[in-house]
């Protein structure tokens, strides 16, 4: 077996506030290897992108990574200065952010943007940089690149804007990409022009691809491997269509079962009770045991076992077995 | 069943043009939007409604125009068969406007922030003049919160909370219609499911009416009893949900349905669809969606094709149910 690109182990990310220290990600470990796609799917707040954002170093302050290591192919990034980061943001790691808007610079065509880019990292002649620019840009399908190389971020619409940003995160040829919600703030059509393109590049280019989202169908069609986080953690990890298809953690089959995509005319959806705990104010024991319709004694005290490694599947004492989560929870 | 709203031929445009002095120097002449276009329908009492489209389909605009937050540029709008626009007795004016009522996609931004949602939810029967004591409370309680909540503010709840909230202040001046714009599109699955089941409820207790946008296929196909798909302000398809869902009869249906994205759709490879939707100040010609459409023929880009009825479906389409291979 291969290398993995991105190696997280037991990651905890830090906010010391007035009221005490969150932990917004708390022991987490995951590996991407390449060409594949990693999904992180969670509600907000559960740290799926935070998670994204101390793999490429984007922290603010105060948060901070406090305890656990990250690998990027076999080196160790979580404790470089930020100088040495800058060798690995854009250049290794790519990053695809949820607002195509604000993630270009508005006063700047995006040619400009796009070279700037390849040459702080790749050392080439000006009209190289512009010849790989404009053929970064076809491969992200953008009709015309030579000439709309020059055209502000304004003049494009939203899909074209997002492959523009695919482009820049494309143009240095990473190992990895991070894309934090690429869809979200697109329409279908659009959604699956992009999401078609995310996994052409992955297969093609052989990258690790870490897709954040918060839309289960996405995660299915697109990811080859799923973790699902709950505050902070994680909560299950495995093959997408066993994770999806039969989950093993109360909190995934629940939040299945509550897309109305599975409610298959039913007239009620699934609810899970309540809602996500906050951060400051997170119950003794598994996070999610006042919610979870399985908690047993043994849930009050000890928080659920963390997965260890690539091949654990649910962070629970109790996990369901696959005819109880095909059943579903009445 | 009776017909709560009717809506006929109704067009919204507006002015886009650059200020008078730009037009004088740089010799450009007016420019129209037309974000609704000659969009026809009606909503039976005690069903659901739902209005699909992408962005800049039009179909925000046909809700604000049917609540009255806009007038309409051509057409009616008749809500229990009083047209709001035209419509001269004050009394049956205050009688239509108190059975509608609206609830917004962002719950963070439709509650002032400066009220204690006592206020919040007593503001539509206090605006008419209603007695509102106890009134929120009790709201409060029918919508999963407690009565207690009454004495806070907004920002003291959570996105899911505030979006209840909303649905109570819609129920104060006990409606009939409720206008639902994207309710649950800024909400968490698991809290949308909570949202969309306490909506379901209320519909049974009080017999409301909801028109629901959105532009979340999967939501619509649970929520709705009858679906209409706009494309470019122009309404193509209108249907049953499994109907919809079963035989999209319009190609651009079918195409949304197909890129749409599914649970059970591991390592699916789709073909995803071609371009984008056109420039709605200069629309195609004749059936808006010809250039994207895999089935157009040379009459598509002329003509502009008419809603027919086609078996229980209502289809604006030259070559309805066709499959494009």
């Given amino acids: 077996m291969s290398q993995p690109v991105l190696s997280v182990r037991d990651l905890v990310v830090e906010i010391p506030t007035r009221h005490g220290l969150l932990k917004p990600v708390d022991g987490v470990s995951y590996d991407i290897m390449p060409g594949e796609i990693l999904g992180v799917v969670g509600e907000s707040g559960a740290g799926k992108s935070m998670t994204g954002n101390a793999v490429i170093g984007l922290l603010d302050r105060p948060a901070r990574i406090s305890e656990g290591e990250i690998h990027l192919n076999g080196e160790r990034i979580d404790n470089l200065s930020l100088r040495e980061l800058r060798r690995y943001r854009g250049k290794q790691i790519g990053m695809v952010f949820q607002d195509p808007l604000t993630s270009l610079n508005p006063l700047l065509p995006i040619g400009d943007q796009l070279t700037e880019t390849i040459q702080e990292h790749l050392s080439v002649s000006n009209s190289e940089a512009h010849n790989r620019a404009v053929a970064a840009l076809e491969e992200v399908g953008i009709p015309a690149a030579a000439e709309r190389i020059g055209s502000y971020p304004h003049e494009f619409s939203g899909g074209m804007r997002q492959r523009v940003v695919i482009a820049l995160a494309l143009c240095a040829e990473p190992t990895l990409v991070i894309a934090d919600e690429p869809t979200t703030a697109l329409d279908v059509s659009v959604q699956a022009q992009i999401t078609a393109l995310l996994k052409r590049l992955c297969r093609e280019r052989g990258m690790a691809v870490m897709l954040v989202t918060h839309d289960m169908g996405v995660i299915a069609e697109t990811a080859d491997r799923v973790a699902v986080m709950y505050a902070g953690k994680l909560a299950e990890l495995g093959p997408v269509r066993d994770v999806i298809g039969s989950p093993r953690h109360p909190y995934t089959d629940g939040l299945m079962g509550s897309t109305p995509l599975a409610s298959k005319g039913k007239r009620r959806l699934h609810q899970i009770p309540g809602n996500m705990p906050r951060l400051g104010n997170l119950p003794d024991g598994c996070a999610f045991h006042p919610r979870c319709p399985y908690t047993q004694e043994k849930c009050l005290q000890n928080p659920g076992p963390r997965l260890k490694t690539t091949d654990g599947r649910a962070a629970c004492w109790f996990p369901l077995d696959a005819p109880a989560a095909a059943k579903g929870v009445a | ?325």
Avoid at chain 2, 9 to 15: A, C, G, I, P, W
Avoid at chain 2, 71 to 78: D, F, K
Avoid at chain 2, 197 to 203: E, G, T, V
């Fill in chain 2, 1 to 325: 069943m009776s017909v709560i709203v009717s809506v006929k031929n109704l067009t919204r445009n507006f002015d886009v043009s650059k200020p008078w002095l730009n037009r004088v120097i740089e010799r450009l002449s007016k420019r129209n939007l037309t974000a609704v276009s000659d969009v026809s329908f009606d909503v039976e009492e005690n069903t659901v409604y739902a209005l699909v489209g992408e962005s800049g389909s039009g179909k925000s605009t046909i809700g604000k125009m049917i609540v009255g937050l806009l007038n309409p540029s051509q057409g009616t709008v008749e809500i229990e068969g009083v047209n709001l626009a035209t419509e001269t007795d004050e009394d049956k004016i205050a009688t239509v406007r108190s059975d509608i009522q609206m609830v917004f996609q962002d719950p963070y931004a439709s509650l002032n922030p400066r009220w204690k949602v006592r206020d919040i939810i007593a503001e539509p029967a206090a605006a008419q003049g209603e007695a509102t004591e106890g009134l929120s409370e009790k709201l409060l309680e029918q919508v999963g919160l407690s009565a207690s909540d009454a004495n806070k503010f907004p920002h003291e709840f959570s996105g899911g909370q505030r979006q209840r909230i909303c649905v109570a202040r819609a129920l104060a001046s006990e409606p009939n219609l409720i206008v639902c714009d994207e309710p649950t599109s800024a909400l968490d699955v698991s809290v949308q499911a909570q949202v969309l089941n306490l909506m379901s409820d209320l519909k049974d207790e009080f017999g409301l009416t909801y028109l629901f946008i959105s532009h979340d296929l999967t939501v619509i196909q649970h929520m709705a009893d009858k679906i209409g798909v706009l494309y470019l302000g122009r309404l193509v398809e209108e249907a049953a949900p499994t109907d919809l869902f079963g035989n999209p009869q319009h190609p651009y249906t079918q195409m949304l349905l197909e890129a749409a994205p599914r649970m059970d759709g591991f390592g699916r490879e789709v073909e995803p669809p071609e371009g984008e939707i056109p420039d709605p100040i200069s629309p195609p010609s004749g059936c808006a969606f010809h250039p994207r459409c895999p089935l157009a023929i040379d009459r598509c880009a002329k003509e502009r094709p008419e809603l027919t009825v086609k078996d229980s479906t209502r289809v604006a389409c030259f070559k309805p149910g066709e499959k494009a291979v």
